[in-house]
């Protein structure tokens, strides 16, 4: 049976093109089909949700979380974030650590997240594979994936050198951590070379799963998701990338405005962030919320990151208000939060913003989101409600996993 969703009479804000007053979003068996003004047709059997005195926003994209993976407030039951016991974590995978029912999740649909990038953390010079996951509908984390092909975890800096040094293990130095990155590159070259040689004479060979992971970055089939915030370990990640070939995305940092010309002149993004957080260590020595605006300013694409639950994922859009409070434009927050997160991780086919063809990941905010009294009334993801207003106009609600079977809760 067609699903039909039909949002109307809304402040309806695309991202990706000019906002329409009384607009209409259709959406059909999850896919956006029709946007446009109040003459927009309604389907017959349509499910119609007036949205007067709201503005209608895609979903926000959370383009650097461990949502799932360090689970809010669990301590080391929940902490799957790293695992150190190998610098080199090539074959690890986000999605095998990922709880769905943790707060998080919840609280990221409060805040008007409807995607979220997850990654294993940076504790070692290769963290492994990410993946990109819707933050409510499924029944298992394999229902909410958006993609598993987006990219691979990496740390330079401080994080991998206190680690592996702590154990008096290579890399206890930034040398150390740059060359277990080269190191696993060339014999991912190697191993490549060998396999393609193997097919070619329908020869068998031995699989690598570490190796193989590392070869489509080499292929551009995953990008490189590098965790640095000095402008030096910046600099280090730009000349590992241009030596192998892959496609680098900046992830934190916090010194870029130093050398921001220089990451614009070779189109390299940041996913800035968090902002909300103290000095917590030297690389954070000249972390300030306003150096987003001059990074922004020199022409790199930009992101914003809550890095959750280092800052809760319902603060993204707080991060974007404070940036805007510091001197980046208002449209560029709301790009940071929207189509540019989803163009950066190769995601924009389906989310980051309200057009024909992309998911119907809609949220419904009392006011314009960057104000900071707005407040989120309803979500749908893929043109379903997953937040909506409880019964007798309360506050709204988490749609929970249990009303699929009829129940009030898990026990009842």
Known sequence: MTRILAVTNGYVVPVSSDPIDNGTVVVTDGVITAIGGSGTPIPEGAEVVDASGSW??????????????????????????????????SRFRAIDGIDIEEVGFRDALRGGVTTVV????????????????????????????LAHDVSVKSALGENPKRVWGDKSKTPSTRLGVASVLRDAFVAAQAYSQKRDAAAAKDEPFERDLGKETLAAVLSGELLWDQHCHRHDDIATA??????FGY???????????????????KNIPVIFGPLLTSRSKVELRDRAIGNLALIAEAGVKVAITTDHPVVPIDQLRLQAILAVRDGLPASTALDALTRNPAEILRLDERVGALEEGRDGDIVLWSGDPLEVDSRVQRVFIEG?????????????????????????????
């Open 56 to 89: 209608v926003v895609p979903g926000f994209v959370e383009s650097h979380g461990h949502l799932g993976v360090h689970e809010d407030g669990e301590g080391w039951s929940g902490n799957d974030t790293n695992e150190m016991t190998d610098p080199n974590g």
């Open 118 to 145: 997850i990654k294993p953390g940076s504790g070692n010079p290769i963290g492994g594979r990410t993946v990109a996951v819707k933050t409510w509908g499924g029944r298992t984390v394999d229902e909410q994936v």
């Open 238 to 243: 730009i000349r590992i990338s241009e030596e």
């Open 247 to 265: 496609g680098l995305i900046v992830n934190h940092g916090t010194e870029a405005h130093k050398i921001a010309d220089v990451l614009a002149e």
């Open 384 to 412: 379903r409600a997953v937040y909506e207003p409880a019964d007798g106009g309360d506050a709204p609600r988490v749609v929970e996993r249990w009303s699929r079977f009829g129940r009030s809760s898990w026990m009842g």
